[in-house]
């Protein structure tokens, strides 16, 4: 099996590969240093998975999410899995959506990441589905929460985004439904822990 990493941190890059070099099964591990490089070395390389984070941080200015969904887009074939420190129920629900053949936890052991890199090698798709999922915001009510989360009242929100006053206090209802919350604190701290929002 081919892995190659697309994570902006070079310690933990360097700590995966020393961790799956103990595995025989892992034929070739590599990591990106740039994004410039991805397209040759999947052309070249034709990796067997691609393992991408999700913030990247200096390596780009599109967080791993787009940038998987992008490179899909040109190579529908490749199985790209999301291996993050924000394992947050709405990131594994669009790395789902987006095509994507997994979404891992940074925090898991390295035999049991082989087992699952291995079983999507073989055709598997891995998601870990919580009780806590929330239903779907609509880019409204996105653009609505994270001007709330910003302090940003009412009245400068329907401003900002072109609508009545009114209309703000319908998504706003909207918003605290479907995250299950009766003010507005409680939904930027759900949305928050949920992934909706990124952290303060």
Known sequence: MRVLLVDDHALFAQ?????????????KFSNVRS??????????????????????GKLSHEDG???ARRLLQ???????????????????????KLG???FISKDIEPD???RILESI???????????????????????VLRLLSCGVKRKEIAEQLFMSERTVSNHLQHIFEKLGVSSAIEA??????????PPL
């Not at 994004?35 to 999947?42: A, G, M, V, Y």
């Not at 190579?75 to 629900?93: A, C, E, M, T, W």
């Not at 930027?188 to 929002?197: D, E, P």
């Open 121 to 143: 090698e073989n055709g598997s798709t891995y998601f870990e589905h919580t009780d806590n999922f929330i239903e779907e915001l609509t880019e409204t009510e996105k653009q």
């Open 100 to 102: 994507a053949k997994g």
């Open 188 to 197: 930027v701290t759900k949305a928050i822990q949920s992934g909706y929002l």
């Open 74 to 96: 040109k190579y529908p074939g490749q199985k790209i899995v999301i291996l993050s420190g924000y394992d947050l129920p709405v990131y594994r629900k669009e790395a789902e």
């Open 15 to 27: 700590s995966l590969a020393i961790a799956l070099s103990d595995f025989p099964s892992v034929e």
């Open 35 to 56: 994004i410039d490089e991805i397209e040759t070395i999947l052309e070249k390389d034709s990796p067997d998975i691609l393992l991408m984070d999700i913030n990247l």
């Open 65 to 67: 999410l787009l940038l």
């Open 112 to 114: 049991k990441l082989l």
